[in-house]
């Protein structure tokens, strides 16, 4: 077998596994981050409602629309950045999140399910942007 009909058969099996966005792993764990961040948000005091509040759903939601949105392009290119600006968007909500714990407006103990979840979504966009790096 040449190198190249490997890399058609890993294509191959990839394209019938993943016909959408919403058949990535990825994006449904950045879905249930977001919606806890919107769980978690609602018991933020009210002034907070344009400033953490707002930060933090935005950002958590930006993380599966990014993967959608750069899934749906159709290029590997457009894939992989879409892909970092995901992984700009969990650094951005992470960093909301500490500052909601350092200001009060929510406990450590609180955010452990949202913390958890970022974990895994950080790892699970690291290893696709490398794996979106290597040459086809």
């Given at each position: ?22 058949d990535l792993t990825v994006w ?16 933020f005091p009210p002034s907070e ?46 960093s909301h999140l500490e500052l ?37």
């Amino acid at each position: 077998m040449y190198p190249f009909e490997s890399w058609l058969k890993e294509l191959w099996l990839l394209s019938l596994m993943i016909r959408s966005y919403r058949d990535l792993t990825v994006w449904t764990k950045g879905m249930d981050l977001a919606e806890e961040i919107y769980r978690l948000t609602k018991s933020f005091p009210p002034s907070e409602r344009f400033g953490l509040i707002s930060q933090l759903r935005r950002s958590a939601s930006a993380i599966p629309a990014n993967v959608a949105e750069g899934h749906e392009r159709g290029s590997r290119g457009d894939f992989r950045r879409a892909v970092s600006f995901a992984r700009g968007s969990l650094a951005e909500m992470e960093s909301h999140l500490e500052l909601a714990i350092r200001t009060g407006c929510v406990t450590i103990q609180a955010t452990r399910q949202a913390q958890a979840l970022s974990t895994e979504v950080g790892k699970m966009l690291s290893a696709l942007l490398t794996r979106l790096k290597r040459p086809t």
